[in-house]
């Protein structure tokens, strides 16, 4: 081999051994990389950006009402008038023939009929038939046919000139009585809890005439003032003894204290202990009544104070003395305020469950990729914390280096009140993550806009577990109320449930659920007395 030859072999295999050393070198570092990433990852730091204070949450109690229209069936109220008004009437009217009969005794038997019950332009009319007899006896007088033109005016018929044939003659006659009893109603409610029904009777009496003597007895002119008396007697009575009929303060009564207590919500989550809602009824109010053609609706109102404690209460529930009069209210309704209280334990659970696993950008077109590992939730002044310990990676070199980090992520917490979630608005990353990110250089630097729109759109927590778990346990509560008991029946529930303010101290977030409803009470039996 010449001498040129053997020279550019040895130039060769020198170039040859310093290529293929650095290559090595190369490969030699970029496994060591690779392996201190893999399989020794630096330790992110826990340290957590410094917290401001947040004061607790205070007691919370909500305002609540139950608005209940009271439907009193018409046939409730005829049965209690059935029951009460007498059947018999009796009397003994003024004796117009003192001087046409000696020993002249006149009286009248009366029964009524079945009432009816019938309700037009808030007037409520009781009506029933009345039968019965008028009867007059005693002996025709001497001095019959002395006075026969001075009582002519007073019986409407001249005694004629056979009076005197007839003087001494025994006289028993009865006359028949047909007419109707008219009783209207216009009731209105009072302060102390009782209902005046305002009644007026009109009594009509069908005429019909008794010969007396000759002498023609008006029975409808003779029977009706002794009716009219007697009825607006037992009216007066009647009215007297309804106006002080407790029958809707027992019912309230009732009502009230039912309403007065705690009611199991259940658990928060998984562990945690059993929540209550208190409800504390602490004012009445009512509407006058309405009436129509089947029923006399009273409406009334009950405002309470509603609250979540940890424990089951016995609230005291004063009974007002005094009922307070409204304007008239239309529907029935439940709003009642919910307080539901979720600790961050709880928050944590979730909100790692929504995290965990993802990966920002979603698309992997960003210049890092990163990974959540982990993710917990603080509170700090008016915002939340949300630390993510994450895995970076840059993925615009051809070593793709990759780190351990703890991002830390600013945000102030919104109710998504359509979508029952909670969301964080003016994301930003603490400068404790920029720090740690920079051990990836510039290209995790630029990666911080994408993570902090990603990290906005996913770090929600979903409040309608929370939501639906209050509904259901609200509607089996007021189960109770929808069952019928001595005449009255409760038809309640629950037709919504809406999410309307949030608030948090350093160990809760507390959720304000309102509950909507609809109520109406059915009266089909009033009280016996």
């Known amino acids: 081999m010449p001498a040129n030859d053997s020279r550019l072999t040895g130039v060769g295999r020198a170039m040859f051994r310093i290529i293929g050393g650095t290559l090595i070198v190369v490969l030699s570092f970029t496994v060591t990389l690779f392996a201190l990433d893999w399989f020794s990852p630096r330790a992110p730091s826990t340290a957590l950006p410094p917290l401001a204070a947040v004061a607790p949450l205070p007691p919370v109690t909500r305002t609540s009402q139950i608005i209940a229209p009271t439907a009193i069936a018409l046939s409730a109220i005829r049965d209690t008038m059935e029951r009460l008004a007498p059947r018999d009437l009796t009397g003994k009217p003024s004796n117009p023939v003192s001087q046409l009969l000696s020993k002249a005794e006149i009286g009248m038997s009366v029964t009524r009929g079945p009432m009816a019950v019938t309700g037009r332009s808030e007037t409520m009319t009781i009506a029933t038939a ?193 009922l307070e009069l409204v304007a008239p209210m239309d529907q029935g309704r439940v709003a009642i305020g919910l307080p539901i209280d979720i600790p961050f334990t709880e928050l944590n659970r979730l909100l790692e469950a929504q995290l965990k696993g993802k990966n920002f950008p979603e698309d992997g077109s960003g210049p890092v990729a990163v990974t959540v590992q982990g993710a917990t939730i603080a509170a700090s002044g008016d915002r939340l914390l949300i630390s993510l310990r994450v895995k970076a990676r840059e993925q615009k070199s051809w070593f793709g280096f990759g780190a351990e980090a703890m991002v830390h992520v600013w945000g102030r917490p919104a109710l998504d009140r359509e979508q029952q979630m909670m969301r964080l608005d003016d994301v930003s990353l603490a400068v404790e993550s920029q720090a740690a990110l920079g051990l990836l250089g510039a290209a995790a630097q630029a990666a911080i806009p994408y993570l902090q729109k990603a990290l906005a759109r996913n770090a929600v927590i979903d409040l309608k577990p929370f939501a639906a778990n209050a509904r259901k346990s609200i509607e089996a509560a007021i189960g109770d109320f929808r069952q019928q008991q001595d005449g009255v029946r409760v038809d309640a529930a629950v037709t919504a449930l809406r999410l309307s303010d949030i608030a948090f101290d350093a160990k809760t977030l507390r959720v304000t659920a309102e509950a909507d409803g609809n109520v109406r009470v059915a009266v089909t039996k009033l009280p016996a007395q």
Do not use: Y
Request: charged share 20%; with cysteine; proline share 6%.
């Open 130 to 322: 009345i039968t019965g007899s008028l009867r007059v006896t005693g002996q025709i007088a001497t001095q019959a046919g002395n006075v026969g033109g001075a009582i002519t005016g007073l019986l409407s018929q001249d005694l004629g000139r056979g009076v005197q044939s007839i003087t001494g003659k025994v006289l028993d006659q009865r006359a028949d009585i047909r007419g109707n009893i008219t009783v209207n109603a216009r009731p209105t409610i009072v302060s102390t809890w009782r209902l005046d029904p305002h009644l007026s009777a009109q009594v009509t009496v069908g005429d019909t005439a008794l010969s007396i003597a000759g002498v023609k007895l008006n029975v409808a002119n003779e029977a009706k003032p002794l009716l009219d008396k007697t009825v607006n007697d037992q009216v007066s009575a009647l009215d007297g003894r309804l106006r002080n009929d407790p029958f809707l303060e027992q019912i309230a009564r009732r009502e009230w204290a039912k309403m007065c207590r705690a009611i199991s919500l259940g658990a928060a989550g998984t562990g945690m202990p059993k929540l209550w809602l208190e409800i504390k009824p602490t004012r009445a109010f009512a509407a006058q009544p309405r009436i129509d053609a089947s029923a006399m609706t009273l409406t009334v109102g009950v405002q309470a104070e509603t609250r979540v404690v940890p424990a089951e209460t016995k609230p005291n529930c004063p009974f007002p003395a005094k």
